[in-house]
């Protein structure tokens, strides 16, 4: 009799077991900014993930989703303390957010060693694309030198000769610097690094540009520095006697604050708040109807994040302990991005069109518009250098 | 040569800016004793200020006006509230104190104005470069930051060299128990300085908002520099302030245009270009490293005099 009710229960804990790897609820860690200057940035990601999850029904796959929002204080080791956090005592099953580079880079041991899947909403240092790539790391931005390469084809197509770049001393930094001389074809005439995110004032680096008399002036200056960048760069008298050609500098957070300083400032980006696809036209409309604000290209990222994770978390059927199955999901990439087409490259990073955004003036307001497709499917040129271990 | 001269003025500009910030900091330190962390704060208020009563009265000069009275008010308040309390404590109490403050105001401001950060544009007149040699351009703005700044540390001069407050001012930085027992009112003065203190603060902050943006914790890095010219210079002294400020100014400016160069005579570009703005942004510290071991009271110590 008792052997049969220990079998009896045996089986039942069993059948039981399937049942349990079903969970409760997805819980998903978002790093971001949330103090200081650049909580702007930070804000904008968070509203496009609720706005996200509200499209979804706050649920994935049938499961609820718990999101837990923590702030790096824009400081790479704050990062990491709050991405061990998420990892080891919130035990979270997706981890997303990262505007910072540097942030993402010292967050990324972390998540690998635990094999928890990192899906990277902004930051997209090269490293990342090539030799530190994981089957546990996906982007739903690009690498950070896509952009400025983009930035530097277009400048050939308008015949600039001769460039000086400028833009703050960190790894995303340096990145797109290279970005934009490795695709432009004419002459660096100088570069010029400043200190980040300390300094403010680019006197200095302005006056060794004048001095340069180049044909353009490239800048990557994101957040708050890129208002500080273009209203400088009027004062020094520069506006309007050297074009400048930005990436990350101008974007619908920024823009209220450069208003017209950013007319006639060209940059390049993978995303635009005027994309024609359904999905986008969607996820525009709601946000500026839930925020009374238009959303950026760090939120249009943040939703699509919240996107992929759903397509992997249905596919899946919510059984996220098989980090296999759950890898070959979130590579197939089976959902409908705000930027059109989306695939990954095998490094996990998007093969993705870069588009020319153009400042015009919308009544009172000053809004982004995409001008031309600047480069098609375009792939980073790092992923050589990365050896994804097979599925 | 034009560029060097373009490079001095920048430096000039900035190496003032900081002076407006440490001469505040310098007297209160000097003549109360007080370590002061949340002077960054005040020189927020001030840009926040002006921001709020340009936009208001639709005139610059008369929202700078309005702003600068309203910063010393605001300075003069917290003196009487906050720092009358910590006279005569320790300086850790100080530090935590100050430090409490810089974070009440931080949240004060975001509570008011919003965390998105204003912008304060200038009138064209002064938004345009001119020509102040043959063949020199420069920013007009900066320019009347240099002659303004240079205005205030003219005035500050006579203040504390020719006038009674001055002689008061100076009498307290060299000997504090003293002047109290002379019977002046301590109190009273040290209400009034601390007001100068987060005028010239917010002075410093208005003036830099037109170039950088005015936004919360705008004032906690700044403060570190003013923090150093008043160590370099002597603290208490407003003279070493002014010469220290100066010299951190150009050789932060200078530094950061030349410095580049200079390393890529002995090394590799690529290291150049990494390097050296890394050293570039060390060189004020090592200035302050070889003042505290050649001289540790500062250039012009106002105790000795």
Redesign the interface.
Known sequence: MRKTLLAAGAALLLAAGPAAAQQKTIKIGFISTFSGPVAVIGNDMRNSFELALDHLGRKMGGIPVEVIYEDDGFKPEVGKQKTDKLIESDKVDFITGYIWSNVLLASLKSAVDSKTFLITANAGPSQLAGELCSPYVFSSSWNNDQTPQSVGLYMNQKGVKSVFLIGPNYAAGKDMLAGVASTFKGKVVGQELTKWPDQLDFSAELAKAKDANPDAVFVFYPGRAGVQFLTQYAQAGLKGKIPLYTAFTIDELSLPLQKDLALGVPGAQQWVNDLPNDANKKFVADYRKKYNSRPSFYGAQSYDAAMLINSAVVATKGNLSDKNAVRRALEKADFKSVRGNFKFGPNHVPIQNFYLQDVVKDGNEFVLKTTATIVKDFQDVHHAKCKMPAN | M??FI??CL??L??GLLLFMLAAGLTLVFGIMDLVNLAHGSLYMIGAYFAATFTAWTGSFLLGVAIALGGTLLVGMAVEVIVMRRLYGRDHLDHVLATFGLILFFDESVRLIWG???L?LP?PSWL???VQILPGI?Y?A??LSIIIVSLAVAAGLYFLVMRTRIGMLIRAGASNREMVGALGVNIKLLYTLVFGLGAALAGLAGLMQA????V????GE?IIILAFVITVIGGIGSIRGAFVAAIFVGLID??G??YF?DLIRLAFSKETA??AA??LS?MLIYLLMAVVLVVRPEGLFSAGQK
């Open positions: 034009t560029l373009e490079q920048n430096g500009q900035f965390p998105a950060g912008s200038l938004n345009a470069p351009y920013s703005y900066k037109p170039i950088l943006t936004q919360i914790g705008m890095i400016t200078l950061r245009s580049t270009a990494t703005p890394a942004s």
